[in-house]
């Protein structure tokens, strides 16, 4: 079957623009994460969507939202963005249910280059 | 917030070596997951652990499940060129659907 889809791959952007990032779960798959990688911080939480509604929400600014769609597609928007959001933005998908655990598989990620 | 201890950063081995990391935790998880990333790539599974004390088995990948739930080890026996990667640790506690990761391993194997 066909695995988590993000797009685009790689993203460049100037500082105090905005960009939003794309993520089809694996089919089936209701529940939609997305995680920040970088150097510095390493793999840290974003939020979490599951059925259109978000569930979860990691310790970052307002800056960052995100909305899921009733396909279960995913969206994640950053608005004002700063150098420091250069990362690696990566998606996971599960079934959502208490044994998400094994459940979560991760796309390859949205390269995004703030300057 | 919680925080997961991974080590160590780094290592060297030769090929055919066995490799062992492990993960501690401030805090108690219900689940342990152990991820291998690759460059350009997002995080694959390669073990899930839902009890204290188990002990899983992925081919030449073990991991344990520490029996105090604030640890995890992941063992790699008779290393190969492909094994080489970024080991991350994660874990989730009670009904918190989000992963907390550890900081990763980097793997090299040398021929």
């Known amino acids: 079957k066909a695995g988590v889809t993000q797009t685009p791959r790689y993203l460049i952007k100037t500082r105090g623009q905005q960009v939003t990032l794309s993520c089809s779960p694996i089919?089936?798959?209701?529940?939609v994460s997305w995680y920040q990688q970088t150097p510095g911080q390493g793999l840290q939480f974003l939020f979490e969507?599951?059925?259109?509604?978000?569930?979860n929400k990691g310790n970052f600014p307002g800056r960052f939202s995100g909305r899921q769609f009733s396909n279960s597609r995913s969206e994640m928007n950053v608005s004002t963005l700063e150098l420091g959001d250069s990362a690696l933005y990566l998606c996971?998908?599960?079934?959502?249910?208490?044994?998400?655990?094994?459940?979560?598989?991760f796309g390859s990620g949205t390269r995004l280059t703030v300057v | 917030g919680q925080q997961l201890n991974q080590s160590p950063q780094s290592m060297f081995i030769q090929e055919g070596e066995d490799v062992s990391m492990n993960c501690t935790s401030s805090?108690?998880?219900?689940?342990w997951l152990w991820y291998k990333q690759e460059p350009g790539e997002g995080p694959v599974l390669l073990i899930a652990?839902?009890?204290?004390?188990e002990l899983t088995s992925n081919g030449r990948l073990t991991a344990q499940f520490g029996i105090t739930r604030k640890d995890s080890f992941l063992n790699i026996s008779a290393s190969i060129p492909s094994d080489v990667g970024i080991y991350f640790c994660?874990?989730?506690?009670?009904?918190?659907?989000?992963?907390?990761f550890g900081s990763g391993t980097q793997l090299t194997v040398l021929p």
């Open positions: 994660a874990g989730s506690s009670g009904s918190a659907r989000q992963l907390t």
């Open positions: 805090s108690i998880f219900n689940t």
């Open positions: 089919s089936g798959h209701r529940s």
């Open positions: 969507y599951f059925s259109e509604t978000q569930r």
């Open positions: 652990l839902y009890k204290a004390g």
């Open positions: 996971a998908s599960s079934l959502g249910r208490r044994d998400y655990g094994y459940g979560y598989t």
